[in-house]
């Protein structure tokens, strides 16, 4: 059974399970001012040191935490927002796959 077609704010008829293009651009402008705002990865502390922390971490925890796939992220369980001594707690630490990073641990944090 396939579901009908969705009328969109703007108007338009939209196909069920995809997104108008305004949609599209309104989200895509919001995130442009949002990351405008945003410090830089290294200004976030993100820098040489954490990539080789990030390497050695992720050879002695190669697997994700939530689905046991493959880990390409070392995640922050609880976020550090700017706190070093967090950042740098190793018993804040996962490994996570990029997509359980990205969909499963971003919409948690939103939650909170």
Known sequence: MSRPPHLCTCGKIVAFGTR???QIASTRA???????????????GYDSHWQAARKEWLQWNPYCAMCRGKATTVDHIKPHRGD???????????????????RHKQRVEQSQ
């Open 30 to 44: 919001r995130n442009k001012r949002h990351d405008a705002n945003r410090p830089t990865a290294r200004e976030r």
């Open 84 to 102: 070093k001594v967090l950042f740098w707690d190793k018993n804040n630490w996962q490994s996570l796959c990029t997509s359980c990073h990205n």
């Open 20 to 22: 108008c293009a305004c």
